[in-house]
């Protein structure tokens, strides 16, 4: 994390996203965050990006 200036995740093949994956998502993110960095989520499928709206993720995650 300390040499990176953002970290982007890419979830093409991603299908599905289980409550521990989430959990490990917002660890993750806020391992980023103290580090002054950014975090960014890209081509997430339609059935991913659902669960995270449905589940207010969208407001806390950055997802292009």
Known sequence: INNLR???LNF???E???SEG?????DI???????GKKMVIQNVNEEV???F?????TG????E
């Open 60 to 63: 806390i995650l950055k997802i």
């Open 22 to 26: 989430v959990y490990i998502l917002l």
């Open 12 to 14: 093409e093949k991603l």
């Open 16 to 18: 599905y996203i289980s």
């Open 29 to 35: 993110r806020k391992k980023v965050n103290r580090k």
């Open 49 to 51: 990006l659902k669960y």
């Open 53 to 57: 709206v449905v589940s207010g993720l």
């Open 6 to 8: 953002k970290l982007s």
